[in-house]
Protein backbone atom coordinates (compact mmCIF):
# COMPACT_ATOMS: atom_id res chain seq x y z
CA UNK A 1 0.00 0.00 0.00
CA UNK A 2 0.98 3.40 -0.61
CA UNK A 3 1.23 5.10 2.90
CA UNK A 4 1.07 8.43 1.72
CA UNK A 5 0.93 11.03 -1.50
CA UNK A 6 0.91 14.46 -2.57
CA UNK A 7 -0.90 15.91 -4.93
CA UNK A 8 -0.37 19.67 -6.62
CA UNK A 9 -3.43 20.68 -8.07
CA UNK A 10 -3.91 23.65 -9.82
CA UNK A 11 -6.28 26.65 -8.28
CA UNK A 12 -8.94 25.53 -10.71
CA UNK A 13 -12.57 23.86 -10.00
CA UNK A 14 -11.39 20.94 -11.99
CA UNK A 15 -9.04 20.05 -9.82
CA UNK A 16 -11.72 18.33 -7.53
CA UNK A 17 -12.73 15.49 -9.74
CA UNK A 18 -8.95 14.74 -10.27
CA UNK A 19 -8.01 14.62 -6.82
CA UNK A 20 -10.86 12.63 -5.94
CA UNK A 21 -10.08 10.10 -8.99
CA UNK A 22 -6.78 9.88 -7.85
CA UNK A 23 -7.40 9.58 -4.11
CA UNK A 24 -10.14 6.74 -4.78
CA UNK A 25 -7.64 4.88 -6.69
CA UNK A 26 -4.96 5.28 -4.24
CA UNK A 27 -6.86 4.01 -1.40
CA UNK A 28 -8.97 1.18 -3.65
CA UNK A 29 -5.51 -0.31 -4.67
CA UNK A 30 -4.18 -0.21 -1.42
CA UNK A 31 -7.22 -2.31 0.11
CA UNK A 32 -9.68 0.58 2.19
CA UNK A 33 -12.80 -0.35 2.36
CA UNK A 34 -15.32 0.91 -0.54
CA UNK A 35 -16.94 3.09 2.47
CA UNK A 36 -14.13 4.49 3.58
CA UNK A 37 -12.64 5.38 0.18
CA UNK A 38 -16.41 6.86 -0.39
CA UNK A 39 -16.05 9.22 2.81
CA UNK A 40 -12.57 10.47 1.90
CA UNK A 41 -13.46 11.68 -1.70
CA UNK A 42 -16.46 13.66 0.02
CA UNK A 43 -14.21 15.08 2.53
CA UNK A 44 -11.31 16.12 -0.29
CA UNK A 45 -14.24 17.52 -2.17
CA UNK A 46 -15.24 19.70 0.46
CA UNK A 47 -12.11 20.38 1.80
CA UNK A 48 -10.89 21.44 -2.21
CA UNK A 49 -13.84 23.33 -3.13
CA UNK A 50 -13.28 25.46 0.16
CA UNK A 51 -9.38 26.16 -0.48
CA UNK A 52 -10.51 26.99 -4.29
CA UNK A 53 -13.45 29.30 -3.04
CA UNK A 54 -12.26 31.10 0.08
CA UNK A 55 -8.58 31.08 0.23
CA UNK A 56 -5.65 32.12 -2.06
CA UNK A 57 -3.36 29.65 -4.00
CA UNK A 58 0.12 28.49 -2.97
CA UNK A 59 2.61 30.77 -3.97
CA UNK A 60 3.31 28.63 -6.76
CA UNK A 61 0.28 29.14 -8.33
CA UNK A 62 -1.42 25.75 -7.04
CA UNK A 63 -2.75 24.04 -4.12
CA UNK A 64 -1.62 20.80 -1.91
CA UNK A 65 -3.68 17.69 -1.22
CA UNK A 66 -1.72 15.09 0.73
CA UNK A 67 -3.26 11.61 2.57
CA UNK A 68 -1.17 9.42 4.68
CA UNK A 69 -2.14 6.05 6.45
CA UNK A 70 -1.03 5.37 9.97
CA UNK A 71 -2.35 2.39 11.18
CA UNK A 72 -6.20 2.26 10.85
CA UNK A 73 -6.79 6.64 10.32
CA UNK A 74 -5.83 8.25 7.09
CA UNK A 75 -5.41 11.75 7.48
CA UNK A 76 -6.61 13.82 4.58
CA UNK A 77 -5.50 17.35 4.32
CA UNK A 78 -5.54 20.26 1.34
CA UNK A 79 -2.60 23.27 1.86
CA UNK A 80 -3.27 26.45 0.48
CA UNK A 81 -2.37 30.57 0.95
CA UNK A 82 -4.79 31.51 2.94
CA UNK A 83 -7.43 33.47 3.50
CA UNK A 84 -8.38 37.01 5.14
CA UNK A 85 -11.28 34.81 8.07
CA UNK A 86 -10.28 31.12 9.66
CA UNK A 87 -11.89 27.88 8.30
CA UNK A 88 -14.64 27.23 10.38
CA UNK A 89 -17.81 25.20 10.33
CA UNK A 90 -20.79 27.61 9.61
CA UNK A 91 -24.61 27.22 10.32
CA UNK A 92 -25.56 25.64 7.21
CA UNK A 93 -29.34 26.25 7.61
CA UNK A 94 -31.93 24.97 5.17
CA UNK A 95 -32.20 27.55 3.50
CA UNK A 96 -28.53 28.62 3.10
CA UNK A 97 -26.92 27.95 -0.31
CA UNK A 98 -23.42 27.37 1.44
CA UNK A 99 -21.83 26.98 4.57
CA UNK A 100 -22.23 22.83 4.84
CA UNK A 101 -18.91 21.83 3.88
CA UNK A 102 -17.08 21.78 7.08
CA UNK A 103 -20.07 20.77 8.72
CA UNK A 104 -20.08 17.01 6.46
CA UNK A 105 -15.89 16.92 6.88
CA UNK A 106 -17.09 17.10 10.49
CA UNK A 107 -19.86 14.13 10.48
CA UNK A 108 -17.49 11.63 8.01
CA UNK A 109 -14.52 12.53 10.18
CA UNK A 110 -12.83 11.37 13.59
CA UNK A 111 -11.81 14.99 13.96
CA UNK A 112 -10.98 18.08 11.47
CA UNK A 113 -8.74 20.87 12.36
CA UNK A 114 -6.62 23.65 11.14
CA UNK A 115 -2.68 24.20 10.68
CA UNK A 116 -0.56 27.61 9.47
CA UNK A 117 2.72 27.07 8.79
CA UNK A 118 5.31 28.62 6.21
CA UNK A 119 2.82 31.28 5.05
CA UNK A 120 0.22 28.49 4.18
CA UNK A 121 -2.83 27.20 5.76
CA UNK A 122 -3.71 23.47 5.64
CA UNK A 123 -7.36 22.52 6.68
CA UNK A 124 -6.55 18.26 7.52
CA UNK A 125 -9.30 15.91 8.58
CA UNK A 126 -8.53 12.02 9.88
CA UNK A 127 -10.61 9.30 9.11
CA UNK A 128 -10.99 5.71 10.53
CA UNK A 129 -10.08 3.09 8.06
CA UNK A 130 -10.19 -0.55 9.57
CA UNK A 131 -7.30 -2.81 8.48
CA UNK A 132 -9.37 -5.70 9.02
CA UNK A 133 -13.24 -6.77 9.14
CA UNK A 134 -13.35 -6.91 12.38
CA UNK A 135 -12.98 -4.12 12.95
CA UNK A 136 -15.75 -2.29 11.55
CA UNK A 137 -19.68 -1.67 11.43
CA UNK A 138 -18.83 -2.54 7.60
CA UNK A 139 -17.70 -6.35 7.90
CA UNK A 140 -19.54 -8.83 6.18
CA UNK A 141 -20.80 -10.54 9.19
CA UNK A 142 -22.68 -7.12 9.66
CA UNK A 143 -24.27 -6.75 6.58
CA UNK A 144 -24.94 -10.99 5.82
CA UNK A 145 -26.11 -12.54 9.08
CA UNK A 146 -25.36 -16.42 9.10
CA UNK A 147 -28.19 -18.33 7.36
CA UNK A 148 -26.69 -21.89 7.97
CA UNK A 149 -29.03 -22.25 11.27
CA UNK A 150 -31.93 -21.52 8.92
CA UNK A 151 -34.56 -24.50 7.97
CA UNK A 152 -34.37 -24.89 4.02
CA UNK A 153 -35.93 -22.29 2.39
CA UNK A 154 -36.51 -23.73 -1.66
CA UNK A 155 -39.16 -25.27 0.32
CA UNK A 156 -42.77 -24.47 0.33
CA UNK A 157 -43.53 -22.43 3.78
CA UNK A 158 -45.67 -24.34 5.69
CA UNK A 159 -48.53 -21.74 6.15
CA UNK A 160 -49.05 -18.12 6.89
CA UNK A 161 -47.10 -16.63 3.98
CA UNK A 162 -49.19 -17.41 0.87
CA UNK A 163 -52.69 -19.10 0.24
CA UNK A 164 -52.05 -22.03 -1.84
CA UNK A 165 -50.82 -20.65 -5.20
CA UNK A 166 -47.06 -19.36 -5.47
CA UNK A 167 -48.11 -16.18 -6.75
CA UNK A 168 -50.29 -14.70 -3.91
CA UNK A 169 -48.58 -13.37 -0.80
CA UNK A 170 -49.51 -12.64 2.67
CA UNK A 171 -51.21 -9.12 3.37
CA UNK A 172 -49.05 -6.50 4.77
CA UNK A 173 -49.45 -3.32 6.36
CA UNK A 174 -47.84 -1.31 2.65
CA UNK A 175 -50.31 -4.03 0.82
CA UNK A 176 -53.44 -4.90 2.86
CA UNK A 177 -55.54 -7.87 1.76
Not at 90 to 114: D, K
Amino acid sequence: MRASSVVLLPHAPSSVAVARRRLSSDLTASGVFETVVDDASVIVSELLSNALRHARPLPSGQIRLTWFRNGDLIELSVSDGGAMTEPRRGPGTLSSLGGRGLGIVEALSEGWGVRHEDGSTTVWAVLRAPENAEETVHSPSAVFPDFGSLEDLTEEPSGGLHNGSARETAPTRAFPG
